[in-house]
């Protein structure tokens, strides 16, 4: 046999011209070839975006070009079914500058590094260089969530199992102090005094008890938690991280139910989803009957609910005007008519004054489903 051949040398596309995958074609045979096609990946990301708000930031040693880059805002997508990505600019009034689109759709290559930008190098609260240009990744769209939140494996950031038990491990290894420490930092988080804080505050609280996460960990919990998707509860979210703690160390007296994800509670399901072997799931809310049959949160199931919703600032309100919330962070929340229901509808907590983490509650009543 005669020697083998050496292995061939594929030189860096100096041309910039077409896709990177047909010059490589032109190199591989003497008669070139088009790319392989891949028929399932394109079935199953042919329509799938990913949608993220973003801003210009300035880093060490790349200012902005303009100091009214820092005002502009900006529409990242990235298409899933090519790894590309483009930008676009929403017009803003009096801003002169005119908006529409900024890059083309094109794959993006990292910076400093082979490879292009993936998916996976996208979430919220990141920075990424993007052709000489910082950009501040501030918000994804509902659809971008719900997409990362049914693939964890992909996006570890939007895995709310592992993202309440890391939260919940590193606050038991800082000893006994470490949920006063939570509490206290949610109540100087809170500058409405409403006892509700919003992502961007309860990322700041958990850094201060010794809990760093990012924003789009954050995200996760807020939307996992809270009601509005926008915001959580702060006494809530304290009942669930030691609720969840006591699971953790294999307590079943004290383990919860679980949380109905933000995909189920915009289809309309009063239940919750199942957490990591902590419960069942309850049956659906009747539609249109003004009752939803949910499961409590921290044990057992609970009768049917009537009115009561949530409102984004995170005031309760009532359909009969019966409502009364005792807020505060020292004690439970005394909920005496009504009860939490989210934006689809589904009534997710109800609690009378001085109910403890087991056991069900009785109904609440109060007026129609609320909306």
């Known amino acids: 046999m005669g020697p083998k051949r ?33 028929a399932n990946h394109f079935m199953e990301n042919w329509n799938k975006v990913l949608r993220f708000s973003a801003r210009m930031v300035p880093v060490k040693g790349r200012p902005l070009w303009d100091p009214r880059d820092a005002q502009r805002r900006f529409i990242i997508s990235f298409f899933l079914l090519d790894g590309k990505l483009s930008i ?8 002169g500058i005119p908006g529409g689109k900024f890059l083309e759709r094109i794959k993006v290559k990292k910076e ?87 992502k961007h505050q309860l990322q700041a609280a958990l850094a201060r008890a010794g809990v760093p996460l990012t924003l789009h960990e954050a995200t996760t919990l807020v939307r996992w938690l809270g009601a509005d998707l926008v915001g959580v509860v702060s006494e809530q979210l304290l009942r669930v991280i030691q609720a969840h703690t006591h699971a ?79 807020r505060g962070y020292g004690g439970s929340m005394a909920l005496q008519q009504g009860g939490y229901m989210n934006r689809a509808g589904a009534h997710d907590y109800a609690r009378r ?5 087991g056991g069900p509650s009785s109904s609440s009543s109060g007026g129609g489903d609320g909306g």
């Open 6 to 38: 050496p292995p061939i040398q594929i030189p860096p596309d100096m041309l910039r011209i077409g896709a990177e995958e047909d010059s490589r074609r032109n190199v591989l045979s003497l008669i070139p070839k088009p790319p392989p096609y891949d």
């Open 88 to 95: 676009f600019e929403p017009r803003q009034v009096n801003s």
């Open 112 to 198: 400093g590094e082979d490879g292009y930008l993936t998916d996976q190098d996208l979430q919220i609260g990141k920075v990424v260089p993007i052709f000489a240009r910082h950009w501040e990744l501030l918000d994804a769209d509902n659809n971008t969530c719900k997409y990362m939140e049914a693939h964890p494996e992909k996006y570890p950031h939007a895995d709310f199992e592992k993202v309440l038990d890391r939260v919940c491990l590193e606050l038991s290894s800082r000893g006994e102090r470490a949920d006063e420490d939570l509490r206290q930092a949610l109540i100087e988080e809170d500058e409405s005094g409403l006892g509700y804080v919003t």
């Open 248 to 326: 953790l160390r294999g307590d079943p007296a004290t383990a919860f139910g679980g949380h109905n994800s933000p995909s189920q509670r915009e289809e309309g399901y009063g239940a919750s989803a199942p957490h990591a072997g902590h419960g069942d799931v309850g049956a659906r809310g009747a539609a249109g009957a003004g009752t939803a049959g949910v499961y409590d949160d921290y044990g057992g199931p609970r009768g049917p609910l009537e009115g009561g919703f949530m409102n984004e600032a995170g005031a309760h309100d009532h359909a009969a005007g019966r409502s009364e919330v005792a």
């Open 353 to 357: 004054e001085g109910q403890g983490m």
